[in-house]
């Protein structure tokens, strides 16, 4: 087994375990909650297959799933932004493309690109997240206090979990 398979099954185990037993009780003023276990899926290498990518994005939904209770929400806003990361990398790409075996993150990066980057995916898996758990667009304006405020609070937390954990190595 390979350095960066036992890294990376660590840090599927270690972000779940987070999710499940530190961040689930971290809500902010009822609106802003942090899912800090979309940054194991936004921190995958970028030359991962499509396929690993819906595979981790749908283990780890139904991990955090099963922790939260829910019937799949969270598993399919996972799938949903593993299935627009790949596109959204494309769109990204460095000038000189991406070097091999990079993950994306603020110390290889830069921290214009990694939010240009995370911003967004973090913003998708959240309105795929709770307008399926509000079953439709009945209560949109409360509903989008709550995508624009867990957001923004698991962008944050995500920044010191960046600088701790990911340093410029590859690995």
């Known amino acids: 087994m390979s350095g960066r ?6 840090s599927f185990f270690a ?4 999710q499940a037993l530190l961040f689930k009780n971290f809500v902010l003023f009822d609106n802003a ?6 940054g194991f899926l936004l921190m995958l290498p970028v030359e991962t297959s499509v396929l690993a990518l819906l595979v981790l994005g749908f283990v780890m939904g139904v991990g955090v799933d ?5 019937l799949g929400i969270h598993a399919a806003s996972c799938v949903f932004i593993m299935f ?8 990204l790409t460095p000038q000189g493309g991406y070097d091999s075996g990079a993950i994306p993150s603020i110390a290889l990066d830069g921290w214009q690109w990694f939010s240009s980057y995370a911003l967004p995916l973090v913003f998708l898996h959240h309105v795929a997240l709770f307008y399926t758990e509000a079953a439709g667009f009945g209560l949109f304006t409360f509903t989008l206090v709550k995508v624009l405020a867990s ?3 698991t962008f944050i937390v995500l920044l010191p979990v960046q600088y701790f954990f990911y340093n410029k190595r590859r690995i």
């Open 5 to 10: 398979l036992v890294v990376q099954i660590f």
């Open 15 to 18: 972000y779940l375990l987070a």
């Open 33 to 38: 909650f942090c899912l800090v276990y979309v």
């Open 66 to 70: 099963v922790f939260y209770d829910s």
């Open 84 to 91: 627009v990361r790949n596109y959204w990398l494309g769109l």
């Open 151 to 153: 957001t923004l609070f």
